[in-house]
């Protein structure tokens, strides 16, 4: 098996020189990544403020905030460990180009279903990159933190995808997410590779 091309079905691995030049600019990928971990904790917020009658959509999303800002909270004391400071929130290239891409029409359900995936999409991808952080990094504190975030943001993936067969059927579900993942890859293959960022 093809690990890298079968991570949660993304359709482009990332490109192999990243690891190395983030593992070379680890305070700007720390710092990067600490806005990740605020940014998706956020997200879960403001999806339960607009869909509180949504059940389920609360009750699995409640925790995931936490978990996000725990992992928040991970990331500041690995940064303090090493002497470095937090620093301002960069523009978000990625995400920016991924809002781009979801159908802003619909009804309710699809609109929801659209922010779902696309949390699915960046824990997917996220995943994917803490994953060549674990198995490539010479630091061995942050090789068991990315493991650890590795498993966490594998979960949360799980959580969106399923939450979204929760309010649109199965086989729409299925498609837009091979649609998304189509566009994603494309977007991956248009940026810049960085070492000082996560995406
Ligand atoms: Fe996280
Ligand atoms: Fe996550």
Known sequence: ?????????????????WVNIAEMQIEDILVDHAYCEQKAASSCIS???????????VDVLTPVVAEEWAHFERVIEQLKKRGYALGYARKDEYVTALNKVL???GSRDQQLVEKLLMNALIEARSCERFKLLWKNIADEEL?????????????????????AKVYMPEEYVKSRWE?????EADI???LEV????MH
């Not at 999806?47 to 959509?57: G, N």
């Not at 090789?143 to 939450?163: P, R």
């Open 1 to 17: 098996m093809d690990d890298h091309k079968t991570v949660l079905g993304l359709k482009l691995p990332t490109d192999p020189r």
């Open 47 to 57: 999806l339960i403020i607009q869909y509180p009658e949504k059940a389920e959509l």
């Open 103 to 105: 159908n802003k029409g």
């Open 143 to 163: 090789q068991t933190f990315y493991y650890e975030l590795m498993v966490s943001e594998a979960g949360h993936y799980v959580n969106f995808i399923e939450l």
């Open 179 to 183: 649609e998304i993942l189509h566009a």
């Open 188 to 190: 991956i293959r248009s």
């Open 194 to 197: 960085r070492g000082d960022r």
